[in-house]
């Protein structure tokens, strides 16, 4: 390990106002928790972009916090990124500074530095970067293993060879057959190395054959120049069908992508950082044992990031390594847009000594009940937190028993969390039953099609839609048509009188079944009344994130504080619904 980093500070970018992390001095394994949403993901992201400062990497309008965006363009409109790095050998302390912003539409890229008292220039900053580390950003629900693959073959990272025989290529076809050949080996060597690594892990598995499975990778026959070869093979883990990655499951997926680390690790002479979300995702308890024991190995050479949503990567004797995210919200006004209001979001580190983080992370990231690992004999899957705070608010309202509620996380994480929830069931005594509720949205509609129909082999599934308020099932509901319309409403009200827009009055809400509007979703009916009520300022969009989550927040308040005797008279079907999904 020649450099390390020793802190990495963001200021401006997505939901991080202002934020210092100090990795622990003896673990270069570092450890994010924390609840959904309060910007894990966006520290790796920001990692990745100070180690590949380039204009495509870049976006104002994602990166750039939206108070500031859309609101101030003032002194505060750019992205700041800086680091300290340890050259160890030379014990030389580098101080890096990158500022991204846009002017005139031209994103602006502006590097800085030092090396100990000397000062570099944006050419050295660059360099420094290229020459000297590669940094690799796994994203939870997409691992990107062709682009891992790429990176093998690519003599960036891995030489094989073949650039000394680039002249080769312009000779005769019996030079250019020895060229094919001489890659062959080097490819067959990468393959004997993985499936070795690869078989080890498995072998930690008691309920993995190791024996049945090696990795292969495909080469061509045909002749192609080096140029192509990283894009024209594919990985297959050989059973006895050589059936392609893609078809395998995701948690055998993530093994093969910890193979490709290790292996990474072990041949590329540059500085590797690796930025990892969520490695633990859709794999069963003891390959997530197995997972964490070897980061910690892997990081005794190279520095990894990761966020967390599993127990199995949380040490509470020994929290020096891990940092507990979370989110706070500040109302922001601008005197250059007096008609708006916008929320600053802003990512924090809770701090305190390890008793105190220990019963943070346990109260904020749920050690004791974690949705992702607790499976009763009934359980009820919804696809976010706001879905699974309301449904729990209407039972205890109705005093019917709250069953156990799972989060997936997003609309595109079914199949996945579903796989991931079979394997954990796979030594219960039971075999329980998950009803799976979707949105009759674009995104819920697909999801159900793909999974009314599929079978598990360690518990019993059924899929459902979730129905509107007055008992309706058409297209595009989402879980705010099943709550009583005047709550919502009133909720929204609450949005619009913070905002200084005009409310929705009694007589507009009566035309939320009339048949113009019967079929249109709830969120899409509120932003087309708050814009025709309030023409002259800027439209309000009820189906933007901001919007859906102070609506959830409000909602549930409102049912909390409301009687619900003539809500239930008017719209028995919420009741009846409710009964329906618990009846298992």
């Given amino acids: 390990m020649k450099y390390r980093i020793l802190e990495f500070s963001i200021k401006n970018y997505r939901s991080v106002s202002n934020l210092k992390l100090i990795p622990s001095k003896d673990d ?6 924390g609840s959904n949403n309060v910007g894990k993901t966006n520290f790796l992201r920001a990692l990745q972009l100070f180690f590949n400062p380039t204009t495509k990497n870049f976006n104002s309008k994602d990166d750039i916090p939206f108070h500031i965006e859309e609101g101030s363009r003032g002194q505060g409109y750019a992205t700041t990124l800086k680091a300290k790095i340890w050259d160890i050998e030379n014990n030389e302390i580098y101080i890096i500074t990158e500022k991204f912003s846009e002017k005139k539409e031209v994103v602006s890229i ?78 067959g060597r990468i393959e004997n190395d993985l499936t070795k690594i690869f078989k080890e892990i ?49 948690g055998i997926q993530r093994t093969i992508l910890l193979s490709l680390i290790q292996y990474v690790n072990s041949k590329t002479k540059r500085e ?34 990761i966020t967390t949503h599993s127990n199995f990567f949380i040490d509470l004797n020994n929290l020096e390594n891990t940092f507990l995210f979370a989110g706070t919200k500040e109302v922001k006004e601008y005197s250059r847009k007096p008609d708006m209001v916008f929320y600053k979001l802003n990512t924090i580190i809770l701090d ?47 005093n019917i028993t709250v069953p156990n509620i799972l989060v997936v996380g997003g609309v595109d994480k079914y199949k996945g969390y579903l796989q991931f929830i079979n394997d954990m069931c796979s030594d219960m005594p039971i075999k329980p039953k998950l009803l799976v509720l979707f949105d009759k949205d674009g995104g819920g509609r ?3 099609e793909s999974l009314k129909n599929k079978s598990y082999k360690y518990f019993d599934t059924e899929c459902r839609y979730i129905i509107r308020f007055d008992g309706q099932e058409y297209n595009n509901i989402e879980l705010e048509d099943f709550a009583y319309p ?54 309000i969009d009820f189906e933007s994130m901001g919007a859906k989550l102070f609506l959830s927040k409000k909602i549930c308040e409102e049912v909390r504080s409301t ?12 009741k009846r619904f409710l009964l329906e999904i618990t009846s298992g």
């Avoid at 499975?213 to 297959?236: C, D, G, H, Q």
């Avoid at 009687?563 to 919420?574: A, G």
């Fill in 28 to 33: 270069n394994l570092s450890i994010i928790c």
């Fill in 486 to 539: 005047d709550i919502v409403f009133n909720a929204a009200n609450k949005f619009l009188r913070k905002k200084g827009y005009k409310s929705i009055k009694k007589l507009d809400r009566a035309k939320r079944t009339k048949p113009t509007h019967d079929k249109k979703p709830i969120l899409e009916f509120l932003t087309e009344l708050s814009s025709f009520n309030n023409e002259d300022k800027t439209p």
């Fill in 272 to 305: 590797v950082i690796w930025a990892i979300d969520e490695p633990e995702a859709f794999l069963q308890a003891d390959l997530q044992k197995s997972l964490f024991n070897k980061l910690k190995y892997e990081a005794s050479e190279n520095q990894i990031f």
């Fill in 446 to 448: 697909s999801q159900y």
């Fill in 110 to 187: 502006d590097l800085s530095g030092k090396k100990g008292t000397e000062i570099l220039t944006d050419k050295d900053v660059l360099e420094f970067l290229t020459k000297n580390f590669k940094f690799f950003f796994i994203e939870a629900s997409n691992v990107n293993i062709p682009e891992l693959v790429s990176e093998i073959v690519n003599e960036e990272i891995l030489p094989i060879g073949l650039d000394k025989r680039r002249k080769s290529q312009k000779e005769s076809l019996e030079r250019l057959e020895d060229f094919i050949e001489k890659s062959k080996e080097a490819v």
């Fill in 202 to 250: 498995l072998n930690e598995v008691n309920t993995i054959d190791s024996n049945e499975w090696k990795l292969k990778i495909n080469f061509p026959e045909y002749v192609y120049l080096r140029e192509a070869i990283s894009s024209m093979i594919n990985f297959t883990l050989f059973d006895t069908n050589e059936r392609k990655l893609e078809t395998k499951g995701s």
């Fill in 563 to 574: 009687e619900i005797k003539e809500h239930d008279s008017l719209y028995p079907e919420v």
């Fill in 352 to 398: 305190g000594s390890d008793y105190v983080k220990a019963m943070k992370i346990k109260e904020h990231f749920g050690l004791k009940r974690n949705d992702s690992w607790e499976i009763f004999p009934f359980n009820i899957v919804v696809e976010g937190q706001e879905d699974k705070d309301l449904l729990v608010v209407l039972f205890e309202k109705f």
